[in-house]
């Protein structure tokens, strides 16, 4: 089955990340790789083929953390709740990449139809800093305005922008089963 069957499957539906949207490190996970997670929850899988993969995420996923009754998934399902923000440092001087990396941004190739620019994805309640920040340190100009894009669990992962990032990369096709949980 190729990327674009199983994209259509997806259109419309909520989506969580849960490399990104659970605190790995606060429930005691020394990393966000599926292997260091299984590992670390004290489960084995035969790995590297996507059902095996997704059932061995749905066991760590399952597993009550430090709050008895408290499950990696509820924390996913309730980010999936909440919207983010994505921050679009364009324009940023080419000097200051290394503190845009530093602080957490990435590259965008402008393949996700933006300009190419450093850009985040931030909780609502760490926007206005994140902005003071860009405006003082990177920018250094108190009326930059970088574009901001609020994102819900509807557009934040959208299949077809996964599958892009996954092609340029090289990811394998069965992988997007990984990249987006349905809640």
């Known amino acids: 089955m190729g990327i674009r069957p199983l994209t259509k499957e997806y259109t419309g539906k909520a989506r969580a990340r849960s490399v990104s949207e659970i605190d790995w490190s606060l429930r005691g996970f020394e990393g966000t790789k599926l292997g260091y997670l299984i590992g670390q929850a004290a489960c084995f899988h035969e790995g590297h083929r996507a059902v095996d993969d997704c059932f061995a995420l749905l066991e760590v996923l399952a597993q009550d953390g430090a709050e008895p009754g408290r499950t990696p998934f509820a924390d996913l399902y309730e980010a ?67 574009p901001v894009k609020r994102l819900t669990a509807f557009d934040r992962s959208r299949p077809e922008l996964l599958a892009a990032r996954m092609a340029h990369s090289g990811i394998a096709d069965s992988r997007l089963v990984m990249a987006a949980i349905i809640v």
């Not at 919207?83 to 000097?95: Q, T």
């Not at 393949?111 to 309640?125: F, P, Q, R, T, V």
């Open 80 to 146: 999936s709740q909440q919207s983010r923000f994505r921050i679009f440092a364009e324009n940023s001087p080419f000097d200051m990449k290394d503190h845009l990396k530093a602080r957490g941004y990435r590259w965008s190739d402008g393949s996700d139809g933006h300009s190419k620019s450093w850009l985040i994805e931030l909780d609502e309640d760490a926007l206005d800093e994140e902005l003071r920040y860009l405006r003082s340190e990177i920018y250094r100009w108190d009326e930059a305005d970088p």
